[in-house]
């Protein structure tokens, strides 16, 4: 590959916060040109915005439609090779489709959809086509997360007993989405963010990042809702227990009314061998206890470590790498993905969240709903 | 009050971890004497104990009903004045009750008995004998314990709304009860600890945690136990959805298979206006939010504390206070009432766990065994 | 501005840590495209290391002159308009120089040249030719460094009292130059690095960061060095007593064979009203001490911040940014200083070492190793 | 040993804080019994004291002298066998002495005596009555100081090149002492502190911690002192370069002025090996380093620890021991080697500071006086 890939972006003007990010974390490793976008559905905003990123005029579109099919039309070197659709959760499923059906590859952000139902078709869609899809769970992208998942998958924490994980945030814990802010918004209407709340929005980075370090997957969960803001419609907190496909059991604990916290996401593992305890606020240590041992804690880039974490640090040891990085690293591995097919490689590695997470994340928001609403019974993943 | 409190003991003898820990927890303040003991129901042994303790052999007793006895015979200013009970769960109603009949208070270790039944026929004895009764729920008497409860009690944080709880060991992930270690073969014993194993043993403090720090109560839970040691039949580990009786909803984590957790007991409480967040094995450390401020951490006899924090310590601020310190606070708020009841004041600081903390311990045991019978069904606390 | 800026860069081929670092931090913002660069001092490797950076074959250059004189004859709108000097130390001063007088802006990296000589030949040239010069002293590119530099510059901690700064790291501790590392061989080599090692490898640094958040100066100093290797001739440790220009005191201790250390910059400040206390490898907390009050910790994007500070964080609070986002803003501020010259614009905030605290650094190197010949006596810093 | 051993105390009346620590610390093992005092020079103020302290009146004395005769003119069996000396500075090296000559072991608080020269007398005194004597430099009572001690001791940090130390204090960075606080008032007075301000007071703590740990010894230091508070004549900040007897070389930093700091003694430690780092606001942690290793956390009672820092522990890993506990760790062990004489056994583990190190850190504090002296210039410890 001696050429960056070229994306177009669904989403992300003015105003947005995740555009911003998913922009940043594509161009960190310089593997990937922004030549594209219909970044608002008013057209002059979205020309707007893309002034700002210094994109031509023409190719600031007015609607994703409108870009998908004009881009399309552009000559095979110019046009865009996939889009990048980072808008509110119910606009992922028409333009995620839509671009598969023409070719393009596809990077989403999570939740996959707005239901279940869209997620499934969104599945076929991308195994008819045979388009590339990642979901942007972008914590699976840490050099330490990375350790932790090989030292599971590597049994050195032998049979996984105990699973405790949690998304903390306090930003909704007052009523924010009537200040006109409008990441909460969006982020409290049933229309635009679908049956989960918190659940959807940061619940399911939780349940991905046990599945990507453990393998394992949530059976039966029990799921307690709270609607804690007046007027809310969907869940602002969300306690749950869980039982794991391997015998395990856990709580998963998520908030966006737990006051004071900012993004404490925290995964806690522990085995018949070992134990691992990761947080997202403090990404660059990887706390483990082994039998008989005194406390280890591993550092990205530092010593010890498996090739897997290894290789995705940018930097020496000691100099921290933080949430762009992380998220970069899911567009990396999509990007060298996408080059490998067009060199006809097979045996790829194909390092991050695809189709299935976004399934079984909506597998979880939608068992999650249901066990709240039938009195926090044990409700199955399928 | 111009001399020392008169104490027997009730177990403790050499291999007790905790009869020591007691021991020492009643000298540190000044105000309490070991006077005599039954600390083994081996005379011998118990002799020998006694005397590593500068005990005269007379007053080394071979049981408890002898020292009850033996002691109420002693001249008013000589005999014990109250009696530590340190034996495992089975061995603590019938002494307890024995004493109060016969006149002399109770410092008790927890649970406080092995049934429920038991502790409401306790209750009812120390209604009726009008003994002072103090269980030794110890991580209450930590200076920031104190702090945190004032804060809550205060109105400081608001309306609580979510709670999380953890009390996390690790050393029951081997089959230490296999090896010969005392303290392990009896937890695991349900003859001695009770229908509880880990829920009984560290379940109990956390519970007891967040009542004393919020003042609010578990009016139902759902408990989903493990039992994950081979050929063991009481739970250790536990996973709880909690549902308080304000409306707050919140989670417990119970654990003796852990690997790598020494005592993690920790605790955050999110209110509509503040938060805050305790962990005994950093327990110099209060780590508080409050809307639009940043992270404030409140330290033993540091800035800004509540009297009630500010009286506990006894050292200047960074001079760290562990465990024994907290213990020794149960025990000199105890004494310091003992002493104020026999100058005849009645509005004295009653500041210790006491009866009903133990009632309401077995109430938690028996709804979350019974809970987890019924597949982690909602069940209340009475 | 409605255009990236066109960087060209000198050094940075196969091999290099910190030319991918710049180039990294370089893209971030999306501000700057990489358009040429002499890589290496050999042709071919020039030309390989350049098209794995997707540049064409015709714009890798196989000396800095030939790129500086080419570049030139380039019509205004193609060619670089500023050179990033991402070489050994003694290849700092010969490019920086052509390139201010062949019109181009320089960012460069620290310490600025070989010796104060050039350093202050390198000062005349670009007060000169009126060229913009950015040093990359990176660490001062922290949201919370720049939360430290508004809280003392507006006075929140009183009259600065004292100073403690360390830059420790432990990767020299063995004898890595023997084993081929290209880091260390030239680190250790007076020829590459100048009279100073550690000193002006990290040292300079820590000399910064001091500056930049007090604005004070060191008066001067007493320096012992410390040569642990085997075999080296250049400082590997450093201890030193500082005496600031206005009255305040303190320490700096600076090593490469503190063993275990990453990269352990830390700064502690004290004055008469407050205290604060950063440190790199945990970048993300301020941690802060006021009167009378309990301890304060700010984050990044977090609650209490001055705009100096906030303006500098590109995601959410809770979100770690780390090593690659502080060297971003040094680019960011340079590239929107260079456009903002383009435009006209007089009072631009210039938030960015340069020039100057290039020249301050080598008289700091100087001082230091004077004091040290000296056995450590007290030297000034002029 | 099968009775308690009889102290008398010297100081520690109502108002003092450290006869309260000395206290209790003599309390927590049991193994010690108050029996006397001269709280006070004021004969009613004694007896007031230790009326709080259950002593009967005529053994609350007037002053030291009385205390020493008239205990001297007791029974043996009832006699006090050791005084505790808890006075200000300037009050220690009277008593001490003349409870030495006539017959009693002496434990004393640092600094030793208020010159060196009384130093040196008392050190003679020691040798020539065949006393036992302690100082209580109590930070070296701590579980994992004495782990530190054991792994430099046993070679496992390889040969040591760095030491960091640093003993930070804020409390007098306002003019407390113009506010009546007792404790403040006599430290800045030289007259009762003599030479040094915070040298003598935490200064001593640091160079001894140095000492206990690694068996080094300081060969020439360069001390720059402060004088920060208005009116103050003695040092209430310290910058210090230090230089041990075996080439390492390291940095002191002591403070009274560090604003917000509680009572910050910290030490870091470089091998070739290995490396640690302990705090004593974080007691229970030992961070350490070695080649090619993650970092590894002991904590006390836990894994992999030497037998010299297991039998100091009193309670399972976990759960936090403090600086009652440590300092108590001294009294335990004067008390056990006190008995061991009694019982005529020679080969005594004699793990507390004692006369030497009171000696050695009056060395200290002249020598960093005398090297301020000459503007911070190397000055011996001899």
Same mark, same amino acid.
């Given at each position: 590959?001696?050429?960056?890939?070229?994306?177009g972006?669904?989403?992300g003007?003015h105003?947005?916060?995740?555009?911003d990010?998913?922009?940043r974390?594509a161009?960190?490793?310089?593997?990937? +040109?922004?030549?594209?976008?219909?970044?608002?559905?008013?057209?002059? $905003?979205?020309?707007?915005?893309?002034?700002?990123?210094?994109l031509?005029?023409?190719?600031?579109?007015?609607?994703?439609?409108?870009?998908i099919?004009k881009?399309?039309?552009?000559?095979?070197? $110019?046009?865009m090779?996939? !889009?990048?659709?980072?808008?509110? &959760?119910?606009m992922?499923?028409?333009?995620a489709?839509?671009?598969l059906?023409n070719g393009?590859?596809?990077?989403?952000?999570?939740?996959?959809?707005l239901t279940?139902e869209?997620?499934?078709?969104l599945?076929?869609? !991308?195994?008819?086509?045979?388009?590339?899809?990642?979901?942007t769970?972008?914590?699976?992208?840490?050099a330490?997360?990375?350790?932790?998942r090989?030292?599971?998958?590597?049994? +050195?924490?032998? +049979?996984?007993?105990k699973?405790?994980?949690?998304?903390l945030?306090?930003?909704?814990?007052?009523?924010v989405?009537?200040?006109?802010q409008?990441?909460a918004?969006?982020?409290?209407?049933?229309?635009?963010?679908?049956?989960?709340?918190?659940?959807?929005?940061?619940?399911?980075h939780?349940?991905?990042?046990i599945?990507?370090i453990?393998?394992?997957?949530i059976?039966?969960?029990?799921?307690?809702l709270?609607?804690?803001?007046?007027?809310?419609?969907?869940d602002?907190?969300a306690?749950?227990?869980?039982?794991?496909?391997?015998?395990? $059991?856990g709580?998963?604990?998520?908030s966006q009314?737990?006051?004071?916290?900012?993004?404490?996401?925290?995964?806690?593992?522990?085995?018949t061998?070992?134990?691992?305890?990761?947080c997202q606020?403090?990404?660059n240590?990887?706390?483990?206890?082994?039998?008989?041992?005194? $406390?280890?804690?591993?550092?990205?880039?530092?010593n010890?470590?498996y090739?897997?974490s290894?290789?995705?640090?940018?930097?020496?040891?000691?100099?921290?790498e933080?949430?762009l990085?992380?998220f970069?690293?899911?567009?990396?591995?999509?990007a060298?993905?996408?080059?490998a097919?067009?060199d006809?490689?097979?045996?790829?590695?194909?390092?991050?969240?695809?189709?299935?997470d976004?399934v079984r994340g909506?597998?979880?928001?939608y068992?999650?709903?249901?066990?709240?609403?039938? &009195?926090?019974?044990?409700?199955a993943?399928?």
């Amino acid at each position: 590959m001696k050429r960056k890939l070229r994306m177009g972006m669904i989403g992300g003007g003015h105003g947005s916060f995740i555009g911003d990010v998913h922009r940043r974390a594509a161009s960190i490793d310089g593997l990937i +040109d922004l030549v594209c976008g219909a970044f608002s559905s008013d057209p002059k $905003k979205s020309i707007l915005s893309g002034k700002d990123l210094f994109l031509s005029e023409e190719r600031c579109y007015g609607s994703y439609e409108e870009m998908i099919i004009k881009e399309k039309e552009l000559p095979e070197d $110019k046009r865009m090779e996939f !889009v990048a659709i980072v808008t509110p &959760n119910h606009m992922h499923f028409h333009p995620a489709k839509m671009a598969l059906e023409n070719g393009f590859h596809v990077v989403c952000d999570k939740p996959i959809t707005l239901t279940l139902e869209e997620a499934l078709t969104l599945q076929s869609a !991308v195994n008819k086509t045979k388009r590339l899809f990642a979901l942007t769970h972008n914590y699976t992208g840490y050099a330490l997360v990375k350790q932790a998942r090989a030292m599971v998958r590597n049994g +050195d924490l032998g +049979d996984i007993r105990k699973i405790q994980v949690q998304y903390l945030q306090g930003w909704l814990s007052t009523a924010v989405e009537e200040t006109g802010q409008k990441q909460a918004s969006w982020r409290v209407d049933p229309k635009r963010s679908g049956i989960g709340g918190a659940l959807g929005d940061i619940g399911t980075h939780a349940e991905n990042l046990i599945n990507y370090i453990t393998g394992l997957q949530i059976s039966e969960l029990a799921a307690d809702l709270g609607v804690f803001g007046e007027g809310r419609v969907l869940d602002d907190d969300a306690n749950l227990l869980l039982r794991m496909n391997n015998g395990a $059991k856990g709580t998963m604990s998520i908030s966006q009314i737990a006051l004071g916290e900012e993004n404490n996401l925290a995964i806690k593992i522990y085995g018949t061998k070992g134990s691992l305890e990761w947080c997202q606020e403090n990404p660059n240590e990887l706390i483990t206890h082994w039998l008989h041992e005194p $406390k280890k804690i591993y550092t990205p880039n530092g010593n010890d470590l498996y090739p897997e974490s290894l290789k995705v640090s940018r930097i020496p040891a000691g100099h921290p790498e933080g949430y762009l990085e992380a998220f970069a690293t899911i567009y990396k591995n999509f990007a060298n993905h996408v080059m490998a097919v067009y060199d006809g490689e097979l045996n790829t590695d194909l390092d991050y969240p695809s189709i299935s997470d976004g399934v079984r994340g909506m597998r979880f928001i939608y068992a999650a709903v249901d066990s709240n609403k039938n &009195n926090a019974a044990w409700t199955a993943l399928e």
